[in-house]
């Protein structure tokens, strides 16, 4: 799932670059994007200054078949040119290219990275970029400083023809969906899907099987998801974070995440598991 199978990822920026690249310009998170009637773009051109927009901190990111890519980012209360908007990264899913949706999708994260680690958490002294991996190196005292990267479980537990789902307090009225919560550290995968499980519904799982990955820019999760099985307890919902959990079948099913999510990826495996089809 989302592999970004064109494009190949890169540190050090091309010397001479005479072809136009894409930019992913962000203002904080908020991406330049092209408002076409039916979807949006982002810019492909020789420099940003011919947007006349003033951009800061050029992040190269790789190439995409064989075009360049770079992340900068404007200045807050910087206006968009004409025809083009700031858009957040959930509002441009699906009207975006999905290849270059997922490039911004770095982008974003690698832009905050940069604005966020100027300077040595250790010594205070001025970052300096390594060219060998994307990291900034301490030249005073070495420390190394790597973009930030919050791992998470998602899981979709069943039980028969059953699967198991919930609703978070912060989420749209009426949507549920499979369980998620960040690893803790010195924990496996495994562990955290198991105590996630327990802590948020109450109930133990067994058969724990990796599903796939998905990069989660909102702002820097990597979602890592697995399948598992029911093994025993009642559902007893954690009402800190769950204020709802049930069973739900196929064929009865609440409101679910979008398609942009792993959430709904492990969903419509279910679904299609049961010999069902989600069209939306
Ligand atoms: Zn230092």
Not at 18 to 30: N, V
Not at 64 to 91: I, N, S
Not at 202 to 213: E, H
């Amino acid at each position: 799932m989302s592999e970004n199978r064109k494009f190949i990822s890169g540190i050090v920026p091309p010397q001479e670059r005479s072809a136009p690249a894409w930019w992913f310009i962000f203002m904080i998170d908020k991406l330049l994007v092209h408002q076409e009637p039916e979807s949006v773009t982002v810019p492909f051109l020789i420099d940003p200054n011919e947007l006349g927009l003033t951009v800061m901190g050029k992040n190269y990111l790789g190439q995409l078949d064989d075009r360049h890519c770079y992340a900068v980012e404007v200045a807050e209360g910087t206006l968009p040119p004409a025809g083009m908007t700031f858009e957040g990264l959930r509002q441009v899913y699906g009207r975006l290219d999905e290849n270059l949706f997922w490039i911004a999708a770095r982008a974003v994260q690698i832009v905050d990275w940069d604005r966020t680690h100027q300077f040595c958490g250790r010594c205070g002294a001025p970052l300096r970029v390594k060219t060998t991996e994307r990291a900034k190196e301490c030249p005073k005292c070495g420390l190394l400083h790597f973009p930030r990267l919050a791992p998470a479980i998602i899981v979709l537990v069943e039980r028969g023809k059953e699967l198991l789902l919930a609703r978070s307090r912060h989420f749209m009225p009426g949507m549920y969906s499979v369980l998620a919560g960040f690893v803790e550290p010195g924990e496996s995968l495994e562990e955290a899907v198991v105590r996630e499980v327990r802590e948020e519904v109450g109930i133990s799982v067994k058969d724990i099987k990796y599903f796939g990955s998905q990069p989660w820019p909102f702002p820097h999760s990597l979602m890592i998801g697995f399948t598992a099985t029911y093994a025993g307890g009642n559902i007893s919902v954690d009402d800190s974070e769950i204020e709802d959990a049930g069973w739900f079948t196929a064929d009865n099913l609440p409101r679910i995440p979008g398609k942009i999510s792993i959430a709904r990826k492990l969903i419509d495996w279910f679904i299609d598991k049961q010999g069902g089809r989600l069209t939306s």
